[in-house]
């Protein structure tokens, strides 16, 4: 009988994921009830210790990064962070991360690969910073830095969405040598309110541009944008526990290649698009 049960919710849980709308799912991407990056790093990472500052200009808080371990492995973990209530939320400013904050990330990528550490980049954004002072600081600037040094980095790298992953803010951490997604995560160019009033010129037809984008975790996996997709469920301690297991399996795997073998798998990746 408890086996029958047990199909039967299998069988309904399908059912529903079938009868999601591409919109649906980018409204559960942004549920204020996710775990958040910081809640990923407390679950996966052990004796992680903060980094802060681009030793340029400033630290950004949107950004949260630094070093520790998965199992016996040192790591380096930098994540998009968007807040939990309104005050963390403003503190992070929601996720939307500055220049200082993608030179921070690649100061610690550039760290990593001179240790030999493995790098795990955690994103959840609605996109980069607005404002006349991140295009003032080099916004644009920052993130291209980002996506070229990341083409070269010789350390492995996996990029983990755990939400939203919006145009040039996710970007600047997703040049890796795989990408992961969990199955109620987005990534795209635009959200789909700026295509919908973009290109279609009407704020009402953001489910006709969401379906358009192609920007779902199922899609984006048929396409070759991401290799894996993390059934989600319940965010529980079995689902921490066996993403941990997956990601030292993958960076145990990827140690065994040459820095020039990750760099050429890199390249390939990016240019089979």
Not at 20 to 44: E, G, L, Q
Not at 189 to 202: F, M, N, Q, R, T
Request: hydrophobic residues 40%.
């Amino acid at each position: 009988m408890a086996a029958k049960a047990d199909n039967k919710k299998q069988t309904q849980a399908s059912v529903e994921e079938t009868q999601r709308t591409p919109y649906d799912i980018v409204m559960c991407s942004r549920d204020k009830n996710r775990p958040t990056a910081v809640k990923y790093i407390a679950r996966i990472v052990e004796d992680f210790l903060e980094l802060k500052g681009d030793r340029g200009y400033a630290d950004d808080s949107a950004v949260v990064g630094g070093i520790g371990r998965i199992g016996d492995m040192p790591v380096t973990v930098i994540g998009i962070e968007k807040g939990v209530d309104t005050a963390d939320k403003v503190k992070h400013n929601f996720g939307c991360a500055a220049p200082e904050g993608y030179r921070k990330a690649l100061r610690l990528m550039r760290q990593a690969e001179k240790f030999h550490r493995p790098v795990l980049n955690i994103v959840d954004t609605s996109g980069a910073a607005c404002g006349i002072g991140a295009e003032e600081r080099g916004e644009a600037e920052a993130i291209a830095v980002n996506l070229r040094d990341m083409a070269g980095l010789r350390t492995p790298i996996l990029s983990l969405f755990i939400g939203e992953g919006g145009s040039g803010g996710a970007l600047g951490l997703a040049v890796a040598d795989e990408v992961w997604i969990t199955e109620t995560s987005t990534y795209s160019v635009i959200s789909p309110e700026g295509c919908a009033s973009i290109l279609y010129k009407d704020p009402s037809k953001v489910r006709e541009a969401a379906a358009a984008l192609r920007l779902t975790a199922e899609e984006l996996y048929k396409r070759g944008a991401v290799e894996r997709v993390i059934a989600e469920r319940e965010f529980d301690d079995e689902y921490f526990s066996r993403l941990k297991d997956d990601i030292y399996a993958f960076f145990c795997k990827q140690k065994e290649k040459t820095a020039e073998q990750l760099v050429d798998a890199r390249y390939a990746r990016f240019r089979a698009y």
